[in-house]
């Protein structure tokens, strides 16, 4: 069973192996957020929001996403378990929520791997064009070909294979590559504040409030990334208090590297010629540094980007997927673990074969899966800092290493996790019809279709289920009643 512990009493032993420090749990929250949107959104940002537009936003953006992220942090200092915020609703709220809230995060870590395995060789072919050959079909109006396809296959089976091996070899790749990215925005900044021209970033508002929402509404999508950190408590070497204090600041630092980007690329070029160019912040390095080759580097960091979050969301959607079968919400096949590596190898072997389909659908459907999956990850935002507030006044002697507002008082963290909730909420309400961040109506379709699906699994949940440190525990006794799950064993 998952166990769910009052405060942070450790998890069985035997479940996962604990052999990540700081730096790699920072590295896997950071490496999550920071993708590929930093090369191909950055143009769109400057020329509808202006300079100092998109950096308000994602200073506004940021502080939302910062809120969140002490939510999280009290929390997973509490519950350092395995599947993150599964344990923390389920404790504090209704199976049928917890389900709810885990249910909407997955939906947004597969859509991410998803969309990575087509961004992997879209990326290489701007590097190498000769890969768009042998054309297969076309999807939504973009021809897929096979050699391009191939490339998002053959990446999507290593990186399964390599978490398959373990968390240890997963994290290592994670930091290397993580490293690499940091070298080349550092070298980025070092070449914008030698060649840039400041009178490129002006005009510095454009679009009004209009054009800073517009640049706010894709906040979730970049930031998502920081919450896998709690899905591999059980995995981390160092306090829950540090683990509580590393998601914070893999917030912290990612907004900072989104901005850097920003200011360097603004000054590289004229805003008048963004829209010339397919990736502006590759564009805006070779400008800067007059030749071709470090716009090639760029897209090497993006491409390593890519690598780091398509990774990081395998580790956290496996953990995440694993504790929900482990509670019964999900089929029991997923909740095995390997018997060697101690991974949870079903939950990645599903995860690896969505990531090898997902190219053959073409990169407009998967756009149109990330779109969906956006909204379905602020809906588990919300429950979080909603379980925040719940725990706060019905367990309030619950140990709380890392206290969000001190240990002595109880106001300050009421009033984050009131703000991040109200912000979150907020939020959601972008995402409907009308609104500046109003889908097409094909992401809604998959949005519901998810929703649905979720449905099923949502009705076969037991009712009466009390919350608190025995909810896991009843729920598996009253499912292994029903013939659902094994019975547990008490610990």
Known sequence: MSHISSGHTPPQEGRFKRSLGWLEILFIGFGAMIGFGWVTLTSGWLIGAGTMGTVVAFVIGAAIMALVGLVYAELVSAMPLAGGEHNYLLR????????????????????????EAVAIPRTIAYIIPQVNSIPLWTVAGFEVNLVWALIGVVTGILLTALNIKGIKQASFFQTSVVIFVVTMAVALIVMAFINGEPQHA????????????????VVPFLFVGFDVIPQSAEEVKV?????????????????????????????ALPASEMGDFDLATADAMGALAGNEFWSNVVVAGGLAGLLTSWNAFIIGASRLIWAMAN???????????????????????????????????????????????SPSIVITYILVSVVFLVLRRREPDMPRPMRVGGQAGNIGGTVVGVLALVTTAAMFLLYL???????????????GAWWLLGLIFVLRIPGGIKPGPQAEHDLLTKLASQKRAPKPVKD
């Open 327 to 373: 509670s019964g919400m999900l089929p029991r096949w997923f909740a095995k673990l390997h018997p060697k590596h101690r991974t949870p190898i079903n939950a990645l072997l599903f995860i690896g074969g969505i990531s090898v389909v997902a190219p053959f659908f073409g990169e407009v459907m998967m756009v149109w899966l990330v779109d969906s999956g």
């Open 202 to 217: 002006e005009p510095l508002f454009t679009g009004g409030t209009a054009g800073i929402i517009a640049v706010l509404v």
């Open 239 to 267: 306090s829950p208090r540090k683990i509580g204090i590393l998601v914070v600041f893999s917030v912290c630092i990612a907004a900072a590297f989104y901005i850097a980007i920003v200011l360097t690329t603004s000054v």
């Open 433 to 447: 019809p009308g609104m500046p961040a109003g889908l097409t109506f094909q992401p809604y379709i998959m949005f």
């Open 92 to 115: 504090g709220l209704d199976p049928r929520l917890a389900f709810i809230g885990s249910w909407g995060i997955v939906g947004g870590y597969i859509a991410v791997v998803a969309f």
